[in-house]
């Protein structure tokens, strides 16, 4: 098959206009990739050379991110989902792999629970059933609405990345600040509600895709334990780690790459 690329298109959910982009053969198997908060679809770049040459790779800028739109209010996973399932029917897909990490991750979670008829492959990186304390949410969509994303960025990409990553790579780091710095406020913060709420814990049993789950061995956002949480309650799931923090894709994109490649293409579930 030789790799196509569709141009970046949009959609309506909810009257909410979703960018979205489609890469790889028309004919080859789908595969749905989601954004982390405060970052966009490029924060796929590193796969997708990989990706377009095996999968019809559609990739969206997740509401209140990027190029879509952000509407002011607070989000909720499920309208997340929704989008997700929304973007997956502008594309003319009705089954499709999906990888999502962090933010992603739990709309993929919310996903198996709740659209398995949809999904062929699920693949949570770098994410949590439950992020606590809520307050330490509520304190940050405060200060996001009252000071802008400038208030929070270099706190975040701290976290994000191992010292050793931010200071070897200072161009992979920059590209990722520009994506925070360029969230709508409105959309970071209302993004920031929907994972508050999250709780996934008592429904994880029911996922009954195949599933991968990846954690980052140095990820102080959703650290291994987390992610371990979530393999042990999803009948069948196999579990990765990468020496990484919180955005592995970027950080071990060699290894991420392989190891999700390995999953998606594998006849059976380890």
């Not at 770049?45 to 377009?52: E, I, N, T």
């Not at 559609?58 to 002011?72: E, F, I, K």
């Not at 897909?93 to 629970?113: A, D, H, K, P, W």
């Not at 699920?122 to 809520?134: D, F, G, T």
Request: aromatic share 4%; net charge negative.
């Amino acid at each position: 098959m030789n790799a196509t690329t569709t141009a970046a298109d949009a959609l309506t959910s909810d009257g909410c206009r979703l960018r979205y982009q489609i890469d790889g053969p028309a004919d080859a198997p789908p595969l749905l990739l989601s954004n982390s908060l405060g970052t966009t679809l490029a924060m796929w770049d590193d796969q997708m050379p990989a990706l377009r040459e095996r999968f019809r790779v559609v990739r969206y800028d997740s509401r209140g991110h990027g190029d879509s739109d952000a509407p002011s209010g607070e989000y909720t996973i499920d309208r997340l989902a929704a989008d997700a399932l929304a973007v997956l029917d502008a594309a003319g897909i009705e089954r499709s792999s999906y990888c999502g990490l962090s933010l992603g991750g739990m709309v993929g979670q919310t996903l198996g629970t709740k659209a398995p008829a949809r999904l062929e492959r699920l693949v949570i990186a770098n994410s949590a059933p439950i992020m606590e304390p809520k307050e330490s949410w509520d304190a940050r969509i405060a200060t996001v609405l009252e000071h802008g994303m400038g208030a929070v960025v270099d706190t975040v990409l701290a976290r994000w990345f191992t010292t050793d990553f931010r200071e070897r790579n200072p161009a992979a780091v920059a590209r990722v600040r520009t994506m925070l710095e360029e969230t709508p406020p409105a959309g970071y913060a209302g993004c920031c509600a929907a994972i508050r709420e999250l709780d996934t814990r008592g429904a994880l049993g029911e996922i009954s895709s195949p599933t991968l789950v990846i954690v980052g061995e140095r990820d102080p956002s959703t650290p291994p334990a987390a992610g371990e949480s979530i393999a042990v309650k999803i009948p069948g799931a196999r579990l990765a780690r990468l020496d990484s923090a919180h955005l592995s894709n970027i950080e071990r994109p060699a290894e991420f790459t392989a190891v999700l490649l390995d999953f998606l293409l594998a006849r059976t579930t380890a």
